[in-house]
């Protein structure tokens, strides 16, 4: 069904047809479908959600709407969806929500959910306790088969994952059994006997982006969280680990192409706040670009002495920044999925070198044949050949160690990406251009 039906039958107020309609869609489906619709439609059309799909729904929505929808909300609507959202979620949306909105929230859920919502907000904001559930299932080591499978019908639905159950022992986890586990085994076993006793967790203060690897080099569907006493806490499951890869995905985007991160979407954004994450890093390569000027104008005699010099600036300069851009890419990219160390600085540098060689060389013999063709001077095609050589190579060394110097210092790799590098190369690229010719030229 088109939107523009979906007006229609609004005008038309055929709740009935719309509601069957809606009853049909994926609840992320519906949290975009709504989006499209202006506030009093949005406020509309939610209410026509089934009961069951209107929390998993109201969580999968941008927070702009989330807003709109608690606020026009009865204070009975609103208990019933927050019943009915996990907890780490509704953590999520006090986390987004003004004061008044969040003042709503809490009053509409009882106080051992507010207990536990504080709890989870007094972790560090990048924390895996920030991102965890407390919404898990625990079995006890001594319990059979089929005890623990008529605990997890009576509490899972509940509970924010079932395919993995953990085993506790005066609160300090001891092992894992996955609902695979229970299924096939016979229903007088113990858990003791089934239960995987080698795990792998986390602690409640490492940083959730590492939790997130995890997931990536495991391929998880949760992982425990215990404190220092190896005490289980909570878990943290896949779609949060998920929206973790994506948030540092968009803040590396944002910042490689030299632009503050912004948690709001494109649209969401207003345009004085695109202009001030943009403004920022423009004013300082901006001002970069002065050192490249004042090369410049330190040659100026050479200019004077051979102007077809100046025509080949743009192409070197382009040239050394492609290149330098090629490398930061793939070493920041290495280094996010953890597959380069600062370790292995020369093993990279040595192939960087060797890529650089190659490929400075056939530029160099490409552009060398081009300007004989069209120039018929040999030195000038000798002078922008060796030129061309070392400013490649210097543009793979500077844009493969800089993404790496910066994680050692604790920076952000993604700092050191196309534009300060190209920036950089710039200033390089004129220097040794200019060498070479003033030494070639006798200027």
Not at 59 to 78: C, D
Not at 415 to 423: R, S, V
Request: with cysteine; charged share 25%.
């Amino acid at each position: 069904m088109e939107d523009k039906e979906i007006w229609e039958l609004l005008e038309n107020r055929e709740y009935a047809k719309i509601k069957e309609y809606l009853n049909t869609k994926n609840e992320v489906d519906l949290a975009d479908l709504l989006e499209r619709f202006p506030q009093k439609q949005q406020i509309m059309l939610f209410r026509l959600i089934n009961k069951e799909d209107a929390a998993e729904t109201f969580a999968n929505m941008e927070p702009k709407m989330q807003e709109t929808l608690v606020q026009a909300f009865s204070m009975k609507e609103l208990r019933e969806i927050m019943d009915d959202m996990f907890l780490d979620d509704t953590v999520d949306l006090v986390e987004e929500m003004p004061a008044n909105v969040v003042d709503k929230i809490l009053q509409a859920t009882d106080a051992e959910t507010r207990q536990r919502i504080n709890t989870l907000l007094n972790y560090p904001e990048d924390s895996a306790g920030s991102i965890m559930t407390i919404e898990y299932i625990d079995l006890r080591r001594k319990m059979t088969v089929k005890e623990a499978l008529k605990k997890i019908k009576r509490i899972g639905i509940n509970q924010e994952t079932i395919y993995t159950c953990y085993v506790i022992e005066n609160r300090k986890l001891i092992g894992i059994v996955t609902a695979k586990d229970l299924l096939i085994e016979d229903d007088n076993k113990y858990i003791e006997d089934i239960m995987e006793t080698n795990i792998i967790c986390v602690n409640t203060h490492d940083d959730k982006e590492d939790v997130a690897k995890l997931f990536h080099k495991y391929g998880f569907i949760a992982i425990p969280v215990v404190d220092t006493e190896h005490c289980l806490v909570g878990i943290v499951t896949f779609d949060d680990a998920l929206e973790v890869w994506q948030d540092e995905v968009e803040e590396d985007m944002s910042v490689m192409a030299a632009m503050a991160p912004s948690e709001e979407n494109y649209f969401g954004t207003s345009v004085l706040q695109h202009a001030r994450n943009r403004i920022v890093w423009l004013l300082f390569l901006m001002l970069s670009a002065t050192i490249t000027g004042m090369v410049l104008s330190y040659y100026e005699s050479a200019f004077a002495a051979v102007p077809v010099l100046v025509t080949f600036i743009p192409m070197l300069m382009g040239t050394g920044g492609n290149c330098g851009s090629q490398s930061s890419t793939l070493i920041i990219r290495g280094l996010a999925v953890d597959e380069i160390q600062f370790g292995d600085w020369f093993r990279v540098v040595f192939k960087e070198i060797r890529v650089a060689a190659l490929v400075g060389a056939a530029l160099a013999v490409v552009n060398g044949l081009r300007i004989i063709l069209m120039y018929s001077e040999i030195k000038l095609a000798v002078l922008l050949g060796i030129s061309l050589f070392l400013i490649v190579i210097l543009a793979k060394l500077i844009g493969c160690s800089l993404p790496m110097l910066a994680k050692k210092l604790g920076l952000d790799p993604a700092l050191m990406a196309a534009p300060l590098i190209t920036t950089i190369l710039d200033t390089c690229s004129i220097l040794i251009y200019f060498a070479l010719a003033t030494k070639m030229y006798q200027l």
